[in-house]
Each structure stands twice: as structure tokens, then as C-alpha cells.
């Protein structure tokens, strides 16, 4: 009687005891979420400041003039042309060669003379001669816009891997989670059996399976790139084209299947919302997975990891599950 008494009091505290640590377990999620949200504010909050330079090239040069985040004026001759990276090339004097300026405007003043082409990405060509002096056979080419985003990232390098914390990038990851959130609703109705079994294998063999991916992955690029040197150039471009939508495809068939088996860990251990709601699931996941990829620093790697699964997720997707788990 006293061993069934005890027994029995014993298993009647376990809900409440489950209940406590469960609790517990989502106040620590919430407070890592909370610190790494804080981190990557901190992160952003750095401001690069940058100051324009000028650097000016009189004189007869014989190489080629260089720039990278300083303004080039050129009052002398350069023979070998002039490059400038993330600022503008102003020709006072002559160029004997092709002038070029990415994130940066080419300016020709009054007399100038350039004797080659003309590159300009991201920038304006300005001449103040009604007609310039040129070469008559020199060609002109320019893509026009995002001057300022090309300056900046040259400049300051950084913000590929620090993007900068706007009210315009947080609206971006929001409709990141909104197109992502979608995209995964239509495929899990479209491939129901296929993203369960891919939620499958992830939840017993995710080692085996970024195994999988890694090796194929780097199968796949060894063999485009061959096809590249050894195929003639028509069936080469092909062969591209159909490895990069076999790597998009691969990309959203991963990506869905990791927000659906994180969404319902996440259900699982920490948010008991909704336990039996793909939907709510899928929505948990693309969350995860849109402000993991938005930490500075670390979402190049998130991004490779996530690729790698999705090859093998891909590879793998005709098998049916019959691993054991280790």
C-alpha cells in the first residue's frame, strides 16, 4: 500500500513537473532569441565612416593608374588607361587607353582626351565638350544605377557581411519570411510525401545526409566545370544553365524541408503553439531560418551549411527511409 501510494503520487506530479520544464525551456529560447536579436543590433549599429580622397596624377605616367575609394584627377598624360573602384575618374589632361569606374562616375573635362573606351558600372559618363575628344573607333558602356550602394560596399567590404541595420532591411526580412512562408505552403501541397520523407531523414540521418550533399555538391561543380573546358561553347552553356536550376531547385526543396523539421522541433522543445499545425510550424521554421541567415559574419556559413543539406535532401529524395539512426 505504501509503494502503490507513493507511486501513484509520484506519477501524478509528473504533468506538472513536465509543464515547469517546459516552461522553463521557452523562457531560455526566448532569452538567446532576445541576445542574439541584441547582438545583431549591436552589430548594425556600427557606423563605417568614410570621407572622399582625391588623388590627383600630373605629370607623364606610363602604367596604369589604380584607384580604389579615392577620387583619380588626372591633370597629365596616363598611357596605360585608369581604373578607379568605389569613386570617379576626372580627366583633366589625356588618357592614352580605356577608362573605367565601378560604383563611380567618369568625368571628361573641357580639352581632355581620352583615347580608348569608356566602362562605367554603377555611374554616369559626363563630358563637358559638346563632343568629346575620342577616338572615333573607342566604344562607350554603361550600367547605370546603384551608385551609392556599389561605392559603399567597395569602400567599406565589411557590409557584405554586415549588412546595415535600416527600417528598409528589417522590411526585407519580413517579406524574406513572407515569401519563404509561402513558397513552403505550396510545396508541402504540391510534394507532401516528398517533404516528410526529406523531414524524415533530417530528423534521423542529418549527418549521413550533409555527407551526402558535400560530396555531391562538390561532384557536381568538378563536372560543370570540366563540361566548361572540354564541351564547345553552346553545349557548355547548357550544361551551366541546367547545374544552376539543379542547385535552385535543390535550394527550395531544402529550405522548405528545413523549416518544416525545424518548425516542429521548435514545437516540440520550446513554442507549444499549435503542435498539430503544419502551418504554424512552417511559419516557425522560416522565421528561424530568415534571422539565422541575417546574423553578421555568420550567415555565409549558414547559407553553405543550408546548401550542402539541400544537395543531399535532393540526392536522396527517391529513397525511402530505411537508416537506423547511430
Not at 593608374?65 to 576626372?90: C, E, L, M, P, Y
Not at 562616375?105 to 563632343?131: C, E
Not at 558602356?141 to 550602394?149: D, K, L, P, R, S
Request: net charge positive; with cysteine.
Amino acid at each position: 500500500m505504501i509503494s502503490s501510494s507513493i507511486q501513484t503520487a509520484n506519477f501524478s506530479a509528473l504533468p506538472r513537473i513536465r509543464k515547469q520544464t517546459a516552461s522553463i525551456e521557452f523562457y531560455r529560447f526566448s532569452a538567446l532569441l532576445f541576445w542574439l536579436l541584441a547582438l545583431v543590433g549591436l552589430a548594425h549599429a556600427q557606423t563605417d565612416r568614410t570621407t572622399d580622397r582625391e588623388v590627383v596624377i600630373s605629370g607623364v605616367v606610363d602604367n596604369i593608374v589604380i584607384g580604389t575609394g579615392d577620387t583619380i584627377r588626372i591633370t597629365g598624360t596616363v598611357k596605360q588607361g585608369a581604373i578607379a573602384f568605389g569613386s570617379d575618374v576626372i580627366v583633366e589632361g589625356s588618357v592614352e587607353g580605356d577608362v573605367a569606374a565601378i560604383g563611380g562616375s567618369v568625368i571628361q573635362s573641357a580639352g581632355a582626351k581620352i583615347t580608348g573606351d569608356v566602362i562605367v558600372i554603377g555611374g554616369t559618363y559626363q563630358h563637358v565638350d559638346n563632343v568629346p575628344q575620342r577616338d572615333s573607333a573607342a566604344m562607350t558602356m554603361m550600367v547605370a544605377g546603384y551608385q551609392h550602394e556599389l561605392r559603399s560596399i567597395i569602400r567599406t567590404p565589411s557590409q557584405l557581411l554586415r549588412p546595415s541595420w535600416s527600417p528598409g532591411y528589417l522590411g526585407a526580412r519580413l517579406l524574406s519570411i513572407l515569401f519563404w512562408f509561402i513558397v513552403s505552403l505550396a510545396l508541402t501541397a504540391a510534394l507532401p510525401g516528398a517533404i516528410s520523407r526529406g523531414v524524415t531523414r533530417i530528423q534521423l540521418t542529418s549527418l549521413r545526409v550533409a555527407l551526402i550533399g558535400f560530396v555531391g555538391s562538390v561532384v557536381i561543380a568538378a563536372g560543370v566545370e570540366a563540361c566548361l573546358w572540354a564541351l564547345p561553347q553552346p553545349v557548355s552553356v547548357l550544361v551551366l544553365i541546367m547545374g544552376l536550376l539543379l542547385m535552385l531547385l535543390a535550394l527550395l526543396f531544402g529550405r522548405v524541408v528545413l523549416a518544416a523539421a525545424t518548425g516542429k522541433w521548435l514545437q516540440r522543445k520550446y513554442i507549444p503553439i499549435g503542435k498539430h499545425s503544419e502551418s504554424v510550424a512552417l511559419l516557425l521554421g522560416t522565421t528561424f531560418w530568415v534571422l539565422l541567415t541575417s546574423l553578421p559574419y555568420v550567415w555565409p556559413l549558414v547559407v553553405a551549411m543550408m546548401l550542402v543539406i539541400s544537395f543531399g535532401l535532393t540526392l536522396t529524395a527517391r529513397y525511402r527511409v530505411g537508416w537506423q539512426r547511430t
